[in-house]
Nanobody, 119 residues
Framework: QVQLVESGGDMVQPGGSLRLSCDASGNIGSIHVIGWYRQGPGNKRDLVAS???????NYADSVKGRFTISRDNTKNTVYLQMNSLKPEDTAVYYC?????????????WGRGTQVTVSS
């Protein structure tokens, strides 16, 4: 049984920073992709950033240069460092796991953590 638990969401002012954590437990597989998605009010859930088991990263254009995804393999934790936050970054942020051989399909979601950017 895989479990993904997000933490670190908060309310911050524009220009501020937050670091989100996704703690993964269970059999996440040796070949996998862990991603951060977000869903704002009235919007669909979109990919923010992802990282593979061997450290390859991918970012949405809207967050390039502001967000950084990283991982600590000793803890099975994936981080999302978010800098220069904007009001449009306000959303629930979800952790997502895709496992080999079904790397185009979601294996698990976390429950999400709320990020609010407002003055």
């Amino acid at each position: 049984q895989v479990q993904l638990v997000e933490s670190g969401g908060d309310m911050v002012q524009p220009g501020g920073s937050l670091r989100l954590s996704c703690d993964a437990s269970g059999n996440i597989g040796s070949i996998h992709v862990i991603g951060w998605y977000r869903q704002g009010p009235g919007n669909k859930r979109d990919l923010v950033a992802s990282i593979t088991n061997d450290g390859n990263t991918n970012y949405a254009d809207s967050v390039k240069g502001r967000f950084t995804i990283s991982r600590d393999n000793t803890k099975n934790t994936v981080y999302l460092q978010m800098n220069s936050l904007k009001p449009e970054d306000t959303a629930v942020y979800y952790c997502n796991l895709k496992k080999y051989p079904f790397l185009q399909s979601t294996f698990a979601w976390g429950r999400g953590t709320q990020v609010t950017v407002s003055s």
